[in-house]
């Protein structure tokens, strides 16, 4: 996901940079006196109105995801999964299961049947 995320990024800045290659052109150019300038404001005014609906679209997006967040935080915490419980949906026993939660790191096989097998992970250190 933060690999999709960055280039994502990178190809936004990249069609943002050839967007305005044009207008920074133009500046350099041809647009030194008021009259040119105006044209250069109406050439830019499109990519002015890009930029303010993609921060509006922001804006919104960032209200949503707080009342999302301020709706998650008003639900109450979910009941802890009793010990018995939690050994007959793993399928284990109670002593198993106690040594696989001391394990800092480890490997877990699930068999065909569902049952699970805790092991600690060799290093290679």
Known sequence: MKWRDALLTLMMWILFGI???RQFTLVKGSFHDATNLA???ALLAPYGAFAVMLIVFLLIAAVFTTRRRQ???M???PKPLLLADEVRRA???ES???AARSLRISVVHID???RLRVEPRLTDD
């Open 19 to 21: 967007l305005l290659w």
């Open 39 to 41: 044209e250069f404001f």
């Open 71 to 73: 709706r998650g935080f």
């Open 75 to 77: 639900l109450s915490p």
């Open 91 to 93: 399928g284990l026993d």
């Open 96 to 98: 198993s299961l106690a």
């Open 112 to 114: 065909d049947a569902g």
